[in-house]
């Protein structure tokens, strides 16, 4: 065997992926409703880096980072979208942070769908820019 | 608070570091090229190479149907041994009208984590186990449509086990600040939704990702039964076991979305202060007509591949052919639309309009149609056939013979004069514990005992295979028939004791029958015992099978695809000169001795 060839490469009917994307969904699920910041951006960031992995393995897309960035920026408009909807605008604070368990949701959700687009857009460049 | 903040964050920091360090080391992204097809196999790279790495790894990242279901049925064994041993706790505590072992909260935890137990940790994933493992097999596919899925869906199972037992490790730890949830299965609100205890959201959340995985694996049924059948497998020779798969997949497809989505709303309702199940404005109706929604129907998701187990397991042993083999099929669907026609029956003693009332006591009548045809189905199945007592088939019948009774028990039920006496008693407990333990429970049995050559290559220990069952039966049978007669007696379930006053039921004779049920639990606790020593130590050293047909069914010509396909694997490996058939060639040319039990 090629030491160098990646696990679902070398073998047919092996691929690390699956167990990350439930993880994901798993800790995106827990942070997110019992509101906790760090769990709830970890999660989603794992999820959604999953996702753009598992498609990218099983062929269904040549590249993950347009995944990256569409699940990213996804995730970034519903988290503001929901602050829009459902935050009055006097909350938007710092302080509010803390305060309105929607707000601090809301932002878990934001940062974790910037970091992706973010990863996604900076990798996306850096291999056209090496290539 | 600070610092709780600033540990999660460098945990989940360490955490996503270790992941995208394992990743890197076990992949080479660089390599992945688009399949043609964008299909979802792997085919393009995985061809030539060997299927799966070794040891650990290859269980962690399987996406072969076979593997995932071996980890289905570790899975579900372990959750079984789980709610059996909640199931024995809660029978000690009954044996004394004043309870015995556990307080009253804790007998509450016990119940609820029970049920769910039971319910989604073992029955769901204990039929997706046989389910991934032999349908590809019996359709003739190669895997089942996706594979990775597949994976994802068993992937979110030990989470949710973790989630839903939660409680019971950390009330110790956080001096009962979040304790197991206590609203029983049923999670009827208001309690459910005023129970401060964090330990509810846990549960929550485990079961709502319990239910995500059922659905994935429906979606993934329903894509391999109906794209993925081999050359020569077409509907109307499609077996018996594939289509009540196929029937239950298309019920969790519309079942378990809405539970999820009710789960999600009381989640929100004790998160984020929505009123979608607040009492004043009818919620707690809305609650119990969401719930029964799915509820109902998961009776059905969890008994119809078990029926299809029987239906196909049976007639091996009886020498023949399923009689009427195509209105097993037709009940078998109308079971699944009838299933959505009958949820209001669990709430006939609420107050709702009789005129509802009266529809769903009809159509619920109405269900016992389609089950009685499959039970008349069985039992004309083994008229005048060949039996051959074996460890499967003697399930088989223990599975009718329990079902006659949990159903028949049902019938009373759906009746609402009848139910409204009987309502919240024990006869309601030992009505549906005859259908889940004496029926699906059996079937289960008959399952793995019967696939267990195929699965790993041995024989089990015929005579602990025979304990098992009668002890399973009498254990069975004494415990649900003293709750059907605890019922009678108006001993309403969910009681952590039961000292009451002698106007409202005879103390002595309910005290009496609560302890026939425990001496009944105990003779099912050993014969459980006794299966599972069988299974471990015949998969490790039980004498190795020495040809494709252990039950000898070729000579009735009903050897099945799953069958056939073991015998090819075991041809290919032959050629291949491996190590193991070496000797199963070197024993072989007596094929009557391989058969276990004839």
Request: proline content about 4%.
């Amino acid at each position: 065997m090629n030491e160098e060839q990646g696990l679902s490469d070398q073998y047919g009917r092996a691929s690390p992926w699956p167990l990350f994307v439930a993880l994901g969904l798993v800790v995106s699920e827990v942070g997110v409703f019992l509101g906790l910041f760090t769990v709830a951006v970890f999660g989603l960031v794992l999820f959604g880096g999953s996702i753009a992995g598992i498609l990218t393995e099983s062929g269904y897309a040549s590249r993950p980072w347009p995944t990256l960035l569409g699940f990213g920026g996804l995730l970034a408009v519903v988290g503001l979208g929901l602050v829009v909807w459902q935050v009055p605008l006097s909350a938007v604070t710092l302080e509010g942070f803390g305060q309105n368990g929607l707000l601090s949701r809301s932002v878990a959700i934001v940062a974790a769908g910037v970091i992706l687009a973010a990863a996604g857009s900076v990798a996306s460049v850096a291999e056209q820019t090496t290539v | 608070m600070a610092g709780e903040q600033l540990v999660l964050t460098g945990l989940m920091a360490v955490l996503l570091v270790v992941i995208v360090g394992a990743l890197a080391r076990a992949e080479d992204w660089r390599s992945y090229t688009p399949l043609a097809g964008g299909g979802g196999y792997g085919e393009a790279t995985g061809h030539g190479h060997a299927e799966k790495p070794g040891g650990l790894v290859r269980w962690l990242t399987t996406v072969d149907h076979k593997d995932i279901g071996i980890l289905y049925g570790v899975y579900a064994v372990v959750a079984f041994a789980v709610g059996g041993i909640m199931a024995m706790l809660i029978r000690v505590q009954l044996t004394l009208p004043g309870g015995v072992i556990v307080g009253n909260s804790y007998y509450n935890s016990l119940l609820t984590s029970h049920g769910i137990t039971m319910l989604f940790l073992f029955g769901t994933p204990i039929l997706a186990a046989f389910a991934n493992y032999f349908v590809p097999l019996l359709i003739g596919a190669d895997d089942m449509a996706f594979p990775r899925i597949n994976a994802i869906a068993f992937w979110l199972l030990p989470p949710a086990a973790l989630l839903i037992w939660a409680g019971f490790f950390t009330a110790p730890l956080t001096g009962n600040e979040i304790e197991p949830a206590q609203t029983a299965w049923t999670m009827y609100t208001p309690l459910s939704a005023e129970q401060a205890n964090p330990g509810v959201d846990l549960m929550l959340l485990g079961l709502h990702l319990s239910g995500v995985a059922a659905t994935m694996g429906a979606i993934n049924f329903i894509a391999t039964i109906f794209t993925e059948r081999g050359d020569g497998v077409n509907w109307a020779n499609l077996d018996i076991f594939s289509w009540t798969v196929l029937t239950q997949s298309g019920l969790i497809l519309f079942a378990f979305p809405l539970l999820g989505s009710a789960m999600i709303m009381l989640l929100l309702d004790r998160n984020l202060a929505t009123t979608f199940f607040a009492t004043g404005n009818g919620g707690t109706m809305l609650w119990q007509h969401l719930f029964w929604f799915f509820g109902h129907p998961e009776v059905y998701i969890l008994v119809l591949p078990p029926m299809g187990l029987v239906s196909y397991i049976l007639p091996k042993f009886s020498g023949r052919k399923l009689f009427g083999f195509k209105f097993v099929v037709y009940s078998t669907l109308a079971i699944g639309v009838l299933s959505f026609g009958v949820w209001a029956h669990h709430m006939f003693s609420t107050g709702m309009d009789p005129r509802l009332r009266a529809s769903f006591m009809a159509v619920s009548l109405a269900i016992a149609i389609p089950s009685a045809v499959k039970t008349f189905n069985w039992i004309t199945t083994m008229w005048n056939g060949q039996l051959r007592l074996t460890t499967p088939m003697l399930f088989c019948i223990g599975f009718v013979s329990n079902f006659i009774i949990g159903g028949v028990t049902g019938v009373f039920l759906a009746s609402i004069p009848v139910d409204l006496v009987l309502h919240d008693t024990y006869y309601v407990v030992g009505h549906f514990h005859y259908i889940v333990m004496g029926a699906i429970g059996f079937a289960v049995f008959a399952g793995i005992y019967y696939w267990f050559p195929i699965v790993s290559g041995r024989m089990y220990q015929k005579t602990l295979g025979k304990a098992h069952f009668w002890l399973s039966m009498i254990g069975t049978n004494v415990t649900f028939f003293a709750m059907l007669a605890l019922g009678y007696l108006g001993m309403p379930r969910r009681y952590a004791t039961y000292n009451f006053d002698g106007a409202i039921a005879p103390l002595a004779q309910v005290t009496t029958f609560h302890q026939l049920a425990t001496v009944g639990a105990f003779i099912l606790l050993v014969g459980q015992l006794i299966f599972v020593w069988n299974v471990v130590t015949s998969w490790l050293e039980g004498r190795r099978v020495e040809s494709h047909d252990p039950w000898n069914l070729e000579e009735n010509d009903m050897l099945g695809n799953e069958f056939s396909w073991f015998k090819e694997q075991r041809a290919t490996a032959l050629a291949d000169g491996g190590e193991e058939d070496e000797s199963v060639m070197a024993d072989g040319g007596q094929p009557g001795q391989q058969s276990d039990e004839r």
